[in-house]
């Protein structure tokens, strides 16, 4: 093996391992904003791995420019997805689970307007 793949199936390798990270996170969590957390951040790093990993294996300047452009885009955009999906949730009554101590939005919301008081 040249180091070209080795480097290759490292990264891919480190990128299926979150993801599979984020389906057993998905599985084993107690409530939804746990299961977000999970697939959030290790789902984002599982996917930044094996866009990398693409990166190396095709080698040229015009692919990486591309794998990385869409890294960056998935850690812009994903977190805020995930905070998202969760305000989203709590706010049309879906409650965490009650061993999540302190609920910091607990009566921080208008019940009306939805907004923060």
Known sequence: MTVT????VALTAIGVLFTLLASIGLVRM????TRAHAVGKAGTLGIAGVLLGVAVAFGDLLTGLKMVAL??????????????LDRAAFLT???????TRPNDLEGGYDPESKRLR
């Open 5 to 8: 793949e080795l480097i290759t």
């Open 30 to 33: 107690p409530d939804l904003y």
């Open 71 to 84: 890294v960056a885009f998935f850690f812009l955009t994903a977190p805020v997805a995930t905070h998202m």
């Open 93 to 99: 009554g879906v409650r965490p689970i009650a061993a």
